[in-house]
């Protein structure tokens, strides 16, 4: 059963990795405020998404990101699986969902972001996944996860 765990989790990520890098080379020179705050979410620094937020988020989205743990989530935020996946992706989860809002204020706004933004944050959810875990459960979960993405 290990074994099998282990290659599905292999393979999965063999097949994601082309596709993740190419989406995260898209590089704009008019980003609007969305956009750029995608950036610094997937980035190396989501902590200053607040600098980059749209100032209208509230008002359109109906709630402001909480930090948590480093990154900016939604407060009500969590993971939804047809399987019970590990707590310890609930910060993940939260964060992935405020970045889909941020898909969702764009579109409400006029100003739907390009095809690289929903890859780019699924691509950070499972890497935070996988940086979550410890043993190769976990690691099964976070690459399942990846499959009903």
């Known amino acids: 059963m290990w074994i099998l765990i282990g ?5 999965l990520h063999v097949m994601a990795a082309g596709r993740a890098s190419a989406v995260l080379d898209h590089s704009p ?5 969305a956009e750029q705050t995608v950036r610094v979410l997937v980035g190396p620094h989501p902590e200053s998404v607040q600098r980059v937020l749209p100032t209208d988020f509230a008002a359109v989205v109906g709630y402001r990101p909480v930090l948590e743990n480093g990154y900016p989530a939604n407060p009500d ?6 399987i019970p996946l590990p707590e310890r992706f609930e910060n993940a989860c939260r964060t992935h ?4 809002d941020l898909l969702r204020y764009a579109q409400r706004t006029g100003r739907p972001l390009g ?7 699924d691509h ?3 890497e935070r996944m996988h940086a979550a875990c410890h043993d190769p459960v976990c690691s099964a979960a976070a690459e399942l996860s990846r499959a009903g993405l």
Do not use: E, H, N, Q
């Not at 095809?115 to 944050?121: F, K, V």
């Open 77 to 82: 935020g969590g993971c939804s699986s047809p």
């Open 97 to 100: 969902d405020f970045g889909y």
């Open 29 to 33: 020179t008019d980003a609007t405020a």
């Open 7 to 11: 290659l599905t989790v292999m393979a």
């Open 124 to 126: 950070m959810l499972i």
């Open 115 to 121: 095809p690289w933004a929903r890859p780019a944050l």
